[in-house]
């Protein structure tokens, strides 16, 4: 399996799987969130430079608030580039 096929996966099961913290202010599922804005990036190429140009709009417009403050980037996988993202720090 193609390593690109496998973080697909990976992704659509993360998304699939999260659930918001009770009271959240998020209305989207995860399940919405993969349908609405990671399918619908790889489907439009207007609406992918959209979402890497200016996450916080095109959240918006899904329904998605982020906590003030919190910053939001998407970044683009290409055939030789992989961005995988880990987790902030937490100590020993």
């Keep these: 399996m193609k390593l690109m096929s496998v973080l697909n996966s990976f992704l659509e099961s993360f ?3 999260f659930a918001p913290p009770a009271g959240a ?3 989207v ?3 919405a969130f993969y349908e ?3 399918l619908e990036a790889l489907r439009s190429p207007e ?3 959209r ?3 200016n996450p916080e709009e095109v959240l918006a417009e899904a329904g998605i608030r982020l906590p003030e403050g919190m910053k939001v980037h998407f970044v683009e996988n290409t055939a ?3 961005h995988i993202v880990i987790p902030p ?3 020993e």
């Design 29 to 31: 599922s995860a399940k």
């Design 25 to 27: 202010e998020c209305a």
């Design 15 to 17: 998304y699939v799987s």
């Design 47 to 49: 609406f992918r430079k």
């Design 89 to 91: 720090y937490v100590g």
């Design 36 to 38: 609405s804005v990671i």
């Design 80 to 82: 030789d580039t992989v």
């Design 51 to 53: 979402l890497l140009d």
